[in-house]
């Protein structure tokens, strides 16, 4: 799996067009991101969204590992995937109402470019190809993660399976 290690230093233009999930985007396209994009850090075990609650963007992780759950019942959730570099995090900020649909919290200490969606959104309007791009890329993480979701939550209600975390290969990192 490709890592984005080493990326850190990086000025944020360079790590934007770096990160695996944009490979191939157009000039114009990398710069609208780098405009929206943060450089975050997430210490082992921290919350970094929380299902039902407004999603206000999307993460691209680094380096570390991020656990995606899905919330069963109060303090009980439900282990889905492991992301780590390469990987998108968050979907739900581009289809309203804009509420994560899963948890996800760091497994080990983490780094992510955070993209705030409100700007997004408006660069998407004003230029299609760059929300045409978003739509694919993300359309495709989506299929793969419910599908996921679906497949893991059929075998622990068979008993297939205990729920432990499952290490997922990213999509954008074969």
């Known amino acids: 799996m490709p890592t984005c290690q080493g990326t850190e230093g990086e000025p944020l233009s360079t790590r934007v067009s770096l990160h695996p999930f944009l490979a191939g985007m157009n000039h114009t396209q990398l710069t609208l991101l780098t ?16 299902q039902r ?62 993209f705030y969606a409100a700007i997004l959104r408006e660069y998407c309007e004003k230029d299609h190809s760059l929300g045409y791009e978003l ?3 993300i359309s495709a993480v989506m299929v793969s993660r419910l599908q996921a979701a679906h497949d893991r939550m059929v075998s622990i209600d068979s008993g297939l399976v205990w729920p432990e975390p499952l290490i997922a290969e990213a999509q954008f990192t074969r």
């Open 135 to 137: 739509l694919k890329r």
């Open 53 to 114: 609650e407004f999603a206000n963007g999307f993460y691209l992780i680094e380096t570390g590992k991020v656990a995606i759950e899905s919330v069963a019942s109060p303090g009980k959730s439900i282990p889905l995937q492991t992301l780590g570099p390469g990987d998108l995090l968050g979907w739900s900020w581009m289809f309203p109402p804009y509420v994560w649909q899963f948890t996800a919290r760091a497994v080990e200490p983490c780094t992510a470019l955070f």
């Open 35 to 50: 405009d929206c994009a943060v450089a975050r850090h997430f210490s082992a075990t921290q919350t970094i969204l929380h």
